[in-house]
């Protein structure tokens, strides 16, 4: 196990990011020390490394929340794991502990076992966009079989998430993308309708779609105004989960359509919901079990070299994958 690490010591564009040598601490308490074997990529890590995100890092800081690997040693207090285990780490408070690098430490309750139908690649990439998903269509939104859900930016792993646990659900998706780059590989992921997200009458081919009964549910990862190109195609009593702010424009709400409709606008975050254990071991058997079916599988869109960390975080703010972005040691 080597002990390159990615670290960045100012605030910035992932420019900021390098390689820095440093070896793994003897692990304390309830710690694990995992020897990361493939690591993904999220949005939420470049607003991390920017300073936007709900975490604030503390410089020097490591980054990442999403790896897979073997655990090479464990603090006195773990009883989960034992050396030679196969993990993977759920997304976490990120401040205090990041996984991009060679190795990684953090608590045990951070960890589940590596889901065995999964290659290294594929077991990083579960979590962070299945228990997004998961929570906010279960838990914030409650959607039944048959709702209408629309997920804006589809292609993104977040959106794919979405679209993956919708459909098992049972529910109607439809998927927005810049674009018809993409229609193929989103019709392949079982979405039933495709507009164009910059579309001038999005909310009239959202209410032709659903035969005029309107959007039960959105999952919005662009705030700003674009949600006032959606609010008229609304259900009566809709959710729209705003968890993104990729638009870089400050969300102002439009009250009186959103009474018209008695429809709510929720800032959700996946993070509010980890550190709940009850909804949180829900969450994982539900993913689990639907690994194991054959269900769900994370698509990975790339694999980069550590050597290449900077090249990829620069590759996916392009917005040109479709799916996870993957480093592989």
Not at 56 to 72: K, N
Request: hydrophobic share 45%; net charge negative; with cysteine.
């Amino acid at each position: 196990m080597n002990d390159l690490v990615v670290v960045f010591d100012q605030l910035g564009d992932p420019s900021v990011l390098g390689l820095v040598s440093m070896p793994a601490p003897i692990p304390i308490d309830s710690q694990v020390l995992v020897e990361v074997l493939s690591f993904s990529l999220n949005r939420a890590d470049c607003l991390f490394i920017r300073g936007h995100h709900y975490s604030v890092p503390q410089l020097p800081s490591r980054v990442g929340s999403e790896m897979a690997g073997i655990v090479r040693a464990v603090g006195p207090k773990v009883t989960r794991f034992k050396v030679g285990d196969k993990v993977s780490s759920l997304p976490f408070d990120n401040k205090n502990y990041g996984v991009q690098g060679s190795w990684a430490i953090l608590p045990q309750q951070y960890l589940v076992t590596w889901p065995a139908e999964l290659n290294s690649q594929q077991a990083c990439a579960v979590w962070m966009q299945y228990l997004t998903a998961y929570f906010a269509l279960n838990v914030v939104g409650k959607i039944d079989k048959n709702s209408w859900v629309f997920i804006p930016a589809a292609s993104s792993s977040a959106g794919l998430g979405a679209i993956a646990i919708a459909k098992l659900i049972g529910c109607h998706v439809i998927a927005a993308s810049r674009g018809n780059s993409k229609k193929i590989q989103l019709e392949q992921c079982g979405v039933d309708y495709i507009v164009d997200t910059q579309a001038d009458d999005l909310a009239e081919q959202l209410l032709a779609i659903t035969e005029g009964d309107g959007i039960d549910f959105v999952y919005d990862p662009i705030g700003g105004q674009f949600h006032n190109k959606y609010l008229d195609a609304l259900a009566v009593n809709a959710k729209v989960l705003i968890y993104g702010l990729l638009s870089g424009e400050e969300t102002v709400i439009d009250l009186v359509k959103m009474v018209r409709k008695n429809a709510t606008i929720y800032p959700y975050s996946m993070f509010n919901f980890v550190t709940q254990p009850k909804l949180l071991k829900l969450a994982i058997d539900f993913i689990g079990e639907s690994i194991e079916q054959g269900k769900l599988r994370p698509v990975i869109d790339s694999v980069w070299t550590l050597q290449e960390v900077v090249k990829a975080y620069q590759y996916m703010e392009s917005n040109r994958q479709f799916g996870k972005v993957v480093v592989t040691l």
